[in-house]
């Protein structure tokens, strides 16, 4: 089992930049892939950006390229990924979810909700304009 928490959504004007933090724990051995996605009232969830466990293949939603940014941190016994979003849009605000995949080895990626082993619980962004 593997626990998602996330953390650091709010209210900002557009423009402004906010970073998601999401820290994984409990089934911390393995080599997983972590993703954010997003679900705005009304619409499906889509991805917004992936990273594999190496750090080395990373895939960004076309909406957010070049202004959203995905990291991630392998700690020991936790590992952390975040989500540095700037120039921040109405259009932006949605739900946030983090996800994991354990079985994408060392170069995986997630692309789409099917591979998506672990949700975390969500955190609500809401850009004024």
């Known amino acids: 089992q593997v626990q998602l928490v996330e953390s650091g959504g709010g209210l900002v004007q557009a423009g402004a930049s906010l970073r998601l933090s999401c820290a994984a724990s409990g089934q911390t051995f393995g080599r997983y892939a972590m993703a954010w996605f997003r679900q705005a009232p009304g619409k499906e969830r889509e991805l917004v950006a992936t990273m594999s466990w190496t750090g080395t293949n990373t895939y960004y939603g076309d909406s957010v390229k070049g202004r959203f940014f995905i990291s991630r941190d392998n700690a020991k016994n936790t590992v952390t990924v975040y989500l540095q979003m700037n120039s921040l849009k109405s259009e932006d605000t949605a739900v946030y979810y983090c996800?994991?995949?354990?079985?994408?080895?060392?170069?995986?990626?997630?692309?789409?909700?099917?591979?998506?082993?672990?949700w975390g619980q969500g955190t609500q962004v809401t850009v004024s304009s």
């Open positions: 996800a994991a995949n354990l079985g994408a080895g060392n170069w995986g990626v997630i692309k789409s909700e099917s591979q998506v082993d672990y």
